[in-house]
């Protein structure tokens, strides 16, 4: 153990440096992601310093009395080996202790360590990279009536935001309307939604900026839809005018992703195992083909 640790909750003038740091570590941050983890849950992140000196971070996020996500972990290279890591780890743990279930991404040279502390895999994520120069769909049609006029695809302050939150409530496994307000309203980015004629959602995307380690890029996330024709109908719409590298984190727990991607051109890069600490919430995730982010599941 190096010096002793102090760990406080982080503050708005902390965002630019956690954002830098899960930049160099390839976590591709959306470029005001973590502004909003802090307005999700503004006692779930914490930083710990050294002399007043930031040199970690963690997000322990409750969205509500049975849901709660771990996230955001990291020590910069040089002080790491010292215990500092597994200090916010407790913090963030016992945040969120009494909550029925807990979730994490793990990396997986990680997964044997969450698993002493009682965590479950449940399946994997993976991580797929489109290279494109925006306009790679050129047959895409482009009337804003799908289906035959059935489904009509609204965009920003069009969309009816009660509409999306009974949609994404459920197929996801908490409701999350705090999170998914600031989310989805985000100036930054472009979101859509498939809606019909009574109102209802059918379902949703949206892409936002990103920072890679090296230059910019675009993250969609979450994308969800009825069917995966659907789906593509949204990812096409999504990507088109947006060109460069654009990132996918999709559950493994829907079988239908791999080869919808696959034909989109998109490859695959890394991969993470969804962990649980407690009873895994009993929903499936058909519907589901891009995660908002690993840093809050």
Not at 108 to 117: C, I, K, M, T
Not at 266 to 273: A, D, H, P, R
Request: aromatic fraction near 10%.
């Amino acid at each position: 153990m190096g010096q002793t640790l102090q760990i406080r909750p982080l503050e708005y003038p902390d965002i630019y440096k956690v954002t830098k740091w899960a930049r160099e570590e390839g976590f591709a941050p959306g470029t005001d992601d973590v502004s909003i983890y802090r307005s999700t849950d503004n006692q779930g992140l914490w930083v710990g310093c050294i002399n007043s000196e930031p040199i970690g971070c963690i997000s322990g996020v409750r969205y509500n009395s049975f849901y709660g996500f771990i996230g955001l972990f990291l020590v910069v290279p040089e002080q790491r080996g010292r215990g500092y890591g597994v200090e916010l780890w407790k913090r963030a743990l016992d945040h969120l202790n009494d909550l029925p279930c807990i979730g994490l991404e793990a990396a997986l040279e990680r997964v044997n360590d969450y698993s002493s502390w009682g965590f479950a895999e449940s399946s994997p994520t993976t991580r797929w990279k489109l290279e494109g120069n925006g306009d790679i769909y050129p047959s895409l049609e482009k009337s804003q009536d799908i289906h035959g006029g059935e489904l009509h695809l609204l965009e920003g302050a069009a969309i009816p935001n009660a509409a999306v939150q009974a949609y994404d409530a459920k197929r996801e496994p908490s409701p999350r309307p705090h999170f998914l307000g600031y989310w989805l309203n985000h100036a930054s980015g472009k979101v859509l939604a498939l809606v019909d004629s009574m109102g209802a959602c059918h379902g949703f995307g949206r892409i936002r900026p990103c920072l890679l380690r090296e230059g910019k890029g675009w993250r969609i996330g979450p994308l969800l839809a009825d069917t995966t024709d659907l789906a593509e109908l949204l990812l096409k719409r999504l990507i088109e005018q947006h060109p460069g590298t654009v990132l996918l984190d999709s559950p493994g727990l829907n079988n239908n992703v791999e080869s919808l991607l696959v034909n989109l051109g998109f490859e695959k890069t890394t991969k993470t195992i969804r962990m649980y600490k407690g009873k895994q919430p009993p929903i499936s995730m058909n519907n589901v083909y891009a995660l908002a982010c690993l840093e809050l599941g």
